[in-house]
C-alpha cells in the first residue's frame, strides 16, 4: 500500500511511503511521468515532506529525521542523510 503522498513544490516529482517491499521505504515517481519509481529511504521511512525548494526530501524513520538532497538533471537523489534523532510521540507531520 501506497501512503503519505507529497507533491514537490515545483509540481515533478510525487514522494510517497510504499510497503511494496515488506516495510515502509519512501520513493519517489517524476509526474506525470513517464519513468520508474526510485526508493531514495534506507532501511524504512515515512511521511516525507519537501522543503520549499523542493531540493530537499525529508522523511522518518522511527525516532530518526533523514534529508535526501535531490540534484541534477534527470535528478538523482542523495544518499540519505541523518538530520536528527529523538523520542517522539504520535504523527510527525500532519
Do not use: I, N
Not at 12 to 18: D, G, I, Q, V
Not at 55 to 84: C, I, N, Q, T, W
Amino acid at each position: 500500500m501506497d501512503t503519505g503522498a507529497r507533491f514537490s513544490p515545483d509540481g515533478r516529482w510525487l514522494a510517497y511511503a510504499s510497503d511494496e517491499t515488506g516495510a515502509p521505504q519512501v520513493c519517489l515517481k517524476p509526474f506525470p511521468g513517464p519513468g520508474a519509481a526510485l526508493q531514495v529511504s534506507e532501511g524504512g521511512g515515512d511521511q516525507p515532506v519537501w522543503d520549499r525548494s523542493a531540493l530537499r526530501l525529508y522523511f522518518r524513520h522511527d525516532d530518526k529525521m533523514f534529508v535526501v538532497e535531490m540534484g541534477g538533471s534527470p535528478a538523482r537523489p542523495s544518499k540519505p542523510r541523518l538530520v536528527f534523532e529523538g523520542a517522539y510521540r504520535g504523527a510527525f507531520f500532519r
